[in-house]
C-alpha cells in the first residue's frame, strides 16, 4: 500500500474538536481507562476499553477472595449474591427498578431463556385471558404459534430464536423491525428485536414496538448488547417484558464478562425458565430432587456463576458512578455527529457512505460507513492507530464511549481515514453515485 497523503483542514477541524474537547464534562472520566497512547479506540462496541483500576482488584480476588479465604469466600466476600448485585448495578444505566436483573451466562444463553419464557408465559397469558402489558390484550380463540424476529438481528440471535421455536412448536416469522409492529397479531408469542443494529448503528423504536406487542398480547424481548451503557433504554418505563445484553462492549467488563437477564416484576411469579439449574433453586443447598423456583430474577440464574470474570466487571462498573446516562447519550450524539462532518470533510468524494441513521432518534453509539475496500482500509487504519472493525463484505464500523473517547479522537480518525482513502484505489461506494 502505498503512503497516506496528508489531507488539510480547511473548516478548522482539528481546533474545533479541541474547544468541544475542553468543554466537555465528561472528559475526565478518559483518565479512569487504560488507552494506548498516540491511537484512537473506536472499538468500544466490540470490546470496552480497560479501566485501570480492575486489575488490582482482580488480583484481589485471586490473591485474598480465592487465595486465602477460599470456600469462605462465597459467603464472607459475597460471591453467591454476585449475580443480583451486579444486576442491581447494570439496572439504572438500562431504566430498570432493583430486583429485575440476574447476571450470569452469555447473551446467546440468556436470549434462549428469555425466549422460550417469553412464549410459556404468552401461553399462560391467553390460558388466563390477561395480557402482558397493562391492558388485556386482543383475545383469540388461535393459538399463539408465532415468534417474530428482527430480521437484521446478530445471528446468535436469530439462531437461538429458531432453536427456541422448534422447542415451543412455533414457527419463526423474519421481519425488518419497522415492518413488526403491523405484522404483531394474536398468532404472535413474542417479539425478539436488536435495540440497536449491530452492522449499521440504527436505534430501533423500543416504546413502539414493545407496545404494538402488548395491544395484540403478545411480549417484548430486547436485545440490549449495543445499547446497554450507551443511551437510556427505559425499560420499566416503556414496559419491556424480558430483555438480555452484554457486558463487555459498552460496560467495559472485560473480553466475555457474563451477560445479564432482566425479567420485568410482573412477570418474575410465572417465568419459567427452560433451563432450571440449581441456582434458581428456592432453596439450592437443600439438594432436593424436584425443582423449586426461587422468588424474582433470581429464576434466571442456571449454574455455578463464573466468579472472576463476574467480579471484573463488579470493579469496572465502578466507572458509572455520579455518570448520568443522559449526559452519555448526549456526548454519543454530539460526538457522532462531529465525526460524520469530519469524515464529510475529509473522506475523498464518493469513496464512502453512511447507512448509520442522520436522525437523532434513530441512531445508536456507532457510526458504520460502506467503503468496497473496507478490508484493506481498515487493516491500514488499525496500522496507523485509529482502531474500528469491520463486517464484510464492506462495512468498516466505529463506536464511540463516551466514557473515554473525545472530540480530537473523532477528528483524528477522520483525517487519517481520509489520508487512507486519497491513497488506496478504489470504487465509488454503493450509494455515492
Not at 111 to 130: E, I, T, W, Y
Not at 260 to 281: I, K, T
Not at 415 to 420: A, F, I, Q
Request: proline residues 7%; contains cysteine.
Amino acid at each position: 500500500m502505498s503512503e497516506p497523503v496528508q489531507v488539510s483542514d480547511p473548516a478548522g477541524l482539528v481546533a474545533r474538536g479541541a474547544a468541544l474537547d475542553a468543554a466537555d464534562e465528561l472528559a475526565p472520566l478518559r483518565e479512569l481507562f487504560a488507552l494506548n497512547e498516540g491511537s484512537v479506540y473506536l472499538d468500544g462496541n466490540s470490546l470496552g476499553a480497560l479501566p485501570r483500576h480492575v486489575p488490582e482488584r482482580v488480583r484481589d480476588v485471586m490473591v485474598r477472595q480465592w487465595g486465602e479465604l477460599g470456600i469462605r469466600s462465597w459467603t464472607e466476600s459475597g460471591w453467591w449474591t454476585a449475580p443480583e448485585r451486579m444486576g442491581d448495578r447494570i439496572a439504572p444505566l438500562v431504566g430498570a427498578a432493583p430486583g429485575q436483573i440476574v447476571v450470569g451466562d452469555s447473551t446467546s444463553v440468556n436470549v434462549f431463556k428469555a425466549v422460550v419464557a417469553a412464549v410459556r408465559l404468552a401461553g399462560q397469558d391467553r390460558a388466563s385471558g390477561r395480557g402482558p402489558g397493562s391492558g388485556q390484550g386482543r383475545g383469540s380463540d388461535e393459538g399463539r404459534t408465532e415468534v417474530l424476529v428482527d430480521a437484521t438481528t446478530f445471528p446468535t440471535d436469530g439462531y437461538i430464536a429458531r432453536s427456541a421455536a422448534r422447542m415451543t412448536g412455533c414457527r419463526i416469522v423474519s421481519l425488518a423491525p419497522a415492518e413488526l409492529p403491523a405484522a404483531i397479531g394474536p398468532r404472535t408469542a413474542a417479539v425478539l428485536v436488536n435495540h440497536v443494529d449491530f452492522r449499521t448503528g440504527r436505534l430501533h423504536d423500543l416504546p413502539g414496538i414493545t407496545a404494538a406487542a402488548h395491544e395484540a398480547g403478545a411480549l417484548a424481548v430486547w436485545d440490549l448488547c449495543h445499547s446497554a451503557g450507551a443511551l437510556p433504554v427505559g425499560l420499566d418505563a416503556h414496559g419491556v417484558d424480558l430483555a438480555v445484553g452484554c457486558t463487555y462492549k459498552f460496560l467495559n467488563g472485560g473480553p466475555g464478562s457474563p451477560a445479564f437477564l432482566y425479567v420485568a416484576e410482573r412477570h418474575q411469579a410465572r417465568f419459567d425458565s427452560p433451563l432450571p439449574g440449581w441456582n434458581a433453586h428456592a432453596d439450592p443447598f437443600a439438594m432436593a430432587d424436584g425443582f423449586e423456583a426461587a422468588d424474582g430474577a433470581v429464576r434466571g440464574r442456571v449454574g455455578t456463576p463464573d466468579i472472576l470474570s463476574m467480579l471484573a466487571l463488579d470493579a469496572a462498573l465502578d466507572v458509572w458512578a455520579d455518570v448520568r446516562i443522559a449526559d452519555v447519550r448526549a456526548k454519543s450524539l454530539a460526538l457522532t455527529d462531529f465525526f460524520l462532518e469530519c469524515v464529510e470533510a475529509y473522506a475523498p468524494p464518493g469513496r464512502v457512505s453512511s447507512p448509520t441513521p442522520v436522525a437523532h432518534a434513530e441512531r445508536g453509539s456507532q457510526v458504520a460507513l460502506r467503503c468496497p475496500e473496507a478490508p484493506a482500509v481498515m487493516d491500514e487504519l488499525i496500522a496507523r492507530g485509529v482502531v474500528g472493525d469491520l463486517r464484510r463484505p464492506d462495512l468498516l464500523r466505529f463506536g464511540f464511549t463516551p466514557l473515554y473517547v473525545g472530540f480530537a479522537d473523532a477528528e483524528r480518525a477522520a483525517r487519517v481515514l481520509g489520508e487512507v482513502l486519497a491513497a488506496v484505489p478504489g470504487q465509488v461506494a454503493p450509494g455515492r453515485r
